[in-house]
């Protein structure tokens, strides 16, 4: 009786280890993105903030840090008199600003724990403005969020997360 008892045991046991070796793999497989990241931002969502009569086109531009994309921004686009009259557009001007600001911030020395990326909402415009360690990073514009088909309020959020991992990671790295 001992003997049929271990031996149903023992294939018990390896049937649970093999369910449970199955779940594991079935789990990795379905797993969401990382918590850190935002989806992938659909330009097409960019038609729908103004109405027909409206003809503003946008650009849009990618933050990197160390390499890798952060998020993405999104600006009007300018025409050739526009253009020629700017040194810079616009959207390679938010770009290059924020981008510069994360570098500085991820290559200084500080806390890690006491980190802080977040939003206020500024009064005059009623959109959210991110801050880093209290400096001013950016504005989050209505073409911004609707860039990932959220508010800019919930944009704001995610983002913050999203920056305060990307300065963490670049930090590690360095």
């Known amino acids: 009786m001992t003997v049929k008892f271990h031996r149903s045991a023992y294939f018990f046991r390896s049937f649970l280890g093999f369910i ?6 079935f789990g990795l497989a379905i797993a969401p993105a990382a918590l850190g990241q935002l989806p992938q931002p659909k330009i097409e969502r960019l038609a729908n903030i103004y109405s027909a009569d409206d003809a503003t086109d946008f650009t849009v531009g990618n933050v990197h840090l160390d390499g ?10 300018l025409n050739q008199e526009q253009q020629d009259a700017l040194s810079i557009s616009p959207i390679r001007q938010r770009v290059q600003t924020i981008r510069s600001q994360l570098q500085e911030t991820a290559k200084s020395t500080f806390d890690t724990k006491t980190l802080e990326v977040n939003y206020t909402i500024d009064t005059a415009t009623r959109l959210p403005v991110i801050s880093v ?9 209505t073409a911004d969020a609707r860039l990932y088909g959220v508010d800019p309020t919930t944009h ?8 305060k991992e990307a300065i963490l990671t670049s930090q590690q790295e360095h």
């Open 20 to 25: 449970g070796t199955l779940l594991f793999i």
């Open 156 to 163: 704001a959020e995610n983002l913050t997360q999203v920056i």
């Open 68 to 77: 890798r994309q952060v998020f993405a921004l999104a600006a009007p686009a």
């Open 133 to 141: 360690n209290g400096n001013y990073l950016m504005t989050v514009t």
